[in-house]
């Protein structure tokens, strides 16, 4: 098969129910691998899954042909699915015959075009996500030398964006550079109306592919970069896992350009372009929610950088997951592509330089990755500046976020709204996920230190003293935050107005971060 021609997805639905009467489903494959394998093969490790799937069952059958991209027997593979529609529309070509060349058909063998992996959706949904082949075990591992038009299925960036965005219904979604469709599948789960666009139109046929085998309805599809494909038209939605890899300019760099991770222009440009339009293609209230990358440089605080980044009338929250010096980060990228391996051992240092050389030009010392949510703030509906919130946050969290994405937005509504009285007037309940850790030593009278931990969400943890333990463990709704104050004053012999005073700053932070919930708000 070319690279230009791709499956037909008239007759999708018969290949997927198929797959699915054969137990072709994130479950099915995992009791058929079992889970050693079954993590084996998501480290690009293929041998386990290779003999677990020696018998001749039709789960297996498919395994071998879609996951591990071996040729199967023609007779096992029409056990397996609808063979004559599936070598019709391009699904299988005929693999090596008994004879050693090319198989026609049925007496020999066949082979898998595309790659087609099982993914459960939100609700337990049976979807197929379609990619290159190579291009989905381990995520990219094997995209190497297939060409800047490759694209990739099922990774961690991809499934990372997927459970952050928030799931609210909304008339308009857009997946901004779609790849293999997984952000659109899932926006067709609560969007009336759902765009993909891609500058690589063979991701827009991928995609096609994905929803069609998925058995979700189909997207508008538009070829082109960026915001251009789309105009003037504003979403309610807007989710992108763009080319954010900052690389060597795409001009005269010994490695060539890569579409699915390069984004061709000059540092972290791409990712601060795709950020400041954004603003004008969001509905008043929509959301806007971005993976990216961006440079540390010297002399220049890099939460700096990104508030710049933020168009105006959004607020933002902006979270830095990891980050990397300049030579890991280079090397990242060049096991990524494959050119650790390369023959010529000279060429893999001549990229390494030509990285180092772009990071060195722009004064850039380290790369951060992390997320971007923007959401557009409605007219009129609050007071004050913009909410920007940029902070550095490693730890695990809980996947799925969505609902605390969308939970930190109204968080910052009500903080901008309530002054210091509003918030002692204020009630609170204290979030159900929050636990309280006492530190210090064995057998000590008192605690070094409280620790209220949540266990769900970002999963923070934050000391408080002995007045905001208190606080915290008393709030269930039923007083205000002055009363609480007030008896608490008493208790440790406090003024109660300097307490007044000096708590509305504690509060506020147990508020903006998620361990208290505003109630009657």
């Not at 939100?122 to 490759?150: H, K, M, N, T, Y």
């Not at 997927?162 to 609210?168: F, I, K, N, P, Y």
């Not at 850790?437 to 000590?444: C, N, S």
Request: proline share 4%; with cysteine.
């Amino acid at each position: 098969m070319s690279k230009t021609s791709l499956p037909a997805s008239d007759r999708a639905a018969r290949l997927r129910e198929a797959l699915l009467a054969a137990e072709f489903t994130v479950d099915g494959v995992l009791d058929a691998l079992g889970a050693p394998a079954y993590a084996a093969l998501a480290r690009s490790e293929t041998v386990p899954a290779l003999r677990a799937t020696r018998g001749a069952s039709r789960l297996k059958t498919l395994v071998r042909l879609f996951l591990l991209q071996c040729s199967v027997p023609a007779d096992r593979a029409g056990d397996a699915l609808p063979l004559d529609d599936a070598l019709a529309d391009g699904w299988l070509a005929g693999g090596e015959s008994a004879g050693g060349g090319v198989s026609g058909a049925a007496s020999g063998s066949v082979r898998a075009t595309v790659d087609i992996r099982p993914y459960g959706g939100p609700e337990g949904q049976d979807w197929f996500i379609v990619s290159d082949l190579g291009c989905s075990v381990g995520g990219a591992a094997g995209a190497g030398g297939r060409g800047e038009a490759v694209v990739l299925g099922v990774g961690g960036a991809s499934t990372t964006l997927a459970g952050l965005t928030v799931r609210r219904q909304v008339a308009s979604a857009l997946d901004l550079g779609t790849g293999s469709g997984l952000q659109a599948l899932h926006a067709t789960q609560h969007a009336t109306r759902v765009t993909a666009t891609d500058l690589n139109a063979r991701a827009l046929d991928f995609t096609r592919l994905t929803l069609a085998l998925s058995g979700v309805e189909q997207a508008e599809l538009l070829e082109g970069s960026l915001f251009e494909p789309v105009g003037d038209a504003t979403y309610d939605l807007i989710v992108s896992n763009p080319p954010f890899v900052i690389s060597p300019a795409a001009d005269g760099a010994p490695g060539g350009r890569r579409t699915y991770r390069d984004g061709g222009m000059a540092g972290d440009d791409l990712c601060r372009t795709l950020v400041q339009q954004a603003g004008d293609h969001l509905n008043e209230g929509g959301f806007a929610q971005f993976l990216a990358n961006w440079e540390h440089v010297e002399g220049e605080e890099w939460q700096d950088r990104l508030r710049s980044w933020v168009p105006r009338g959004c607020d933002a929250w902006i979270v830095q997951r990891e980050v990397q010096d300049v030579t890991q980060y280079a090397e990242l990228w060049l096991r990524d592509s494959g050119d650790h391996q390369a023959v010529d051992d000279d060429r893999y240092a001549r990229l390494y330089d030509a990285w180092l050389d772009e990071f060195e030009t722009r004064k850039t010392h380290a790369v951060g990755f992390g997320w971007i949510t923007l959401r557009k703030a409605a007219l009129g509906t609050v007071r004050g500046g913009p909410s920007i919130v940029v902070e550095d946050w490693p730890h695990a969290v809980e996947q799925p976020l969505g609902e605390a994405v969308e939970a930190h937005f109204l968080r910052q509504d009500y903080l901008r709204t309530h002054d210091d009285a509003a918030l002692l007037a204020g009630r609170f309940t204290l979030a159900a996920e929050v636990v309280q850790e006492q530190v210090g030593l064995p057998g000590a009278e008192d605690p070094e230190h409280v620790v209220l931990r949540q266990h769900r969400g970002m999963r923070r943890a934050t000391k408080v003293d002995t007045v905001g333990a208190g606080f915290a463990g008393v709030c269930d709704g039923t007083l205000s935050a002055g009363r609480i104050l007030d008896a608490i004053a008493q208790l440790v012999e406090e003024d109660p107005v300097l307490l007044r005073d000096r708590t509305p700053e504690s509060i506020r932070l147990l508020v903006g971060e998620g361990y208290l919930e505003p109630v009657g708000e």
